[in-house]
């Protein structure tokens, strides 16, 4: 599965640094590979986001347009990376009510 991020970044468990299914940041362009917790690519040292925080910093800056788009399968594989918080789609259920 392969989700284009923008900015010339992919999301996919389709590179052999995947594994079990967790998704990596590939960088289109330089073809370096990023895992969840890896120093996001082209940041100061002293800035150091980790390349989880820069996926959802690009998914929460896309327009809503974009986002209602996503299939099943790629807002999985947004999961899969740990972005769920930025996600309204994998939001807990606050109250007992919100479960029934």
Do not use: C
């Amino acid at each position: 599965m392969k989700l284009k991020m923008g900015h010339g970044f992919i999301l996919t468990t389709e590179h052999t640094a995947s594994s079990y299914g967790i998704p990596v940041l590939l960088n289109g362009i330089t073809g370096q590979v990023y895992g969840p917790t890896d120093l996001a690519p082209d940041t100061r040292p002293d800035l150091s986001i980790s390349a989880k925080e820069l996926v959802g910093y690009i998914y929460k800056n896309k327009p809503r347009t974009w986002r209602l788009r996503l299939s099943r399968p790629e807002r999985d594989l947004l999961f899969k990376f740990g972005i769920a918080s930025w996600m309204k789609e994998y939001r807990q259920p606050r109250t007992t009510r919100e479960l029934r």
